[in-house]
């Protein structure tokens, strides 16, 4: 079993930057594709960044492309989350996740994740 935690949410106002931390539980993190998603209210859970176990490869929504950064640190069990030029529409709930899926690409759906954290607020004041 893995355990998510993340961290790192809070109010800034647009412009600001924000970043997110997610703490893995798990002893095989190095062999996990790790992902960022975020559901606002009333909307369906959407993909935001990912990155392979490997840290070789990441994917972005376009929506956040050249404002968000994701990496990882494998020795710490940790994934991250730099946002810069926060937008209110960035407001939502962000949520970390852990695949064992095998793939060659970074997995961009919901289904593809076998752990997920409990999420963590981020709004961003206009």
């Known amino acids: 079993q893995v355990q998510l935690v993340e961290s790192g949410g809070g109010l800034v106002q647009a412009g600001g930057s924000l970043r997110l931390s997610c703490a893995a539980s798990?002893?095989?993190?190095?062999?996990?594709?790790m992902g960022w998603f975020r559901q606002a209210p009333g909307k369906e859970r959407e993909f935001v960044a990912g990155?392979?176990?490997?840290?070789?490869?990441?994917a972005y929504a376009d929506s956040v492309k050249g404002r968000f950064s994701i990496s990882r640190d494998n020795a710490k069990n940790t994934v991250y989350l730099q946002m810069n030029s926060l937008k209110p529409e960035d407001t939502a709930v962000y949520y970390c996740?852990?695949?064992?899926?095998?793939?060659?690409?970074?997995?961009?759906?919901?289904?593809?994740?076998?752990?997920w954290g409990q999420g963590t607020q981020v709004t961003v004041s206009s």
């Open positions: 990155i392979r176990r490997s840290g070789g490869t990441t």
């Open positions: 798990a002893p095989t993190f190095s062999t996990l594709d």
């Open positions: 996740a852990a695949s064992r899926r095998v793939g060659v690409t970074v997995f961009v759906t919901p289904n593809s994740y076998n752990y």
